[in-house]
């Protein structure tokens, strides 16, 4: 049984910063991609940032472009999201996954968590 769990979120105001955490336990045999989502109230779930297996590649949504940094530690099977200059419209349900492809991708994501909730003030 593969789980991730996301930690880090909270309440900070715009312009401040925040760092995501996703741990993994169980196994996940092979290689695999990990990403984020997130889910704002009342919208559907949107795609955040992607990272490949070995941490070179990376993919991120336009609107997190620039703010946003997605990392990972494979030691710790970690994943990390690194969040500044929080703007209000990122405010939202934070979803971690993993594929049990290696590659950078936007869908098809095998696992998830149960998410970590992301408050910006104005």
């Known amino acids: 049984q593969v789980q991730l769990v996301e930690s880090g979120g909270g309440l900070v105001q715009a312009g401040g910063s925040l760092r995501l955490s996703c741990a993994t336990s169980g196994r996940i045999f092979g290689t695999y991609a990990m990403a984020w989502f997130r889910q704002a109230p009342g919208k559907e779930r949107e795609f955040v940032a992607a990272?490949?297996?070995?941490?070179?590649?990376?993919d991120y949504a336009d609107s997190v472009k620039g703010r946003f940094t997605i990392s990972r530690d494979n030691a710790k099977i970690t994943a990390y999201l690194q969040m500044d200059s929080l703007k209000v419209d990122d405010t939202a349900v934070y979803y971690c996954a993993a594929s049990r492809l290696p590659h950078v991708r936007r869908d098809e994501y095998d696992y998830w968590g149960q998410g970590t909730q992301v408050t910006v003030s104005s």
């Open positions: 990272i490949s297996w070995s941490g070179i590649n990376t």
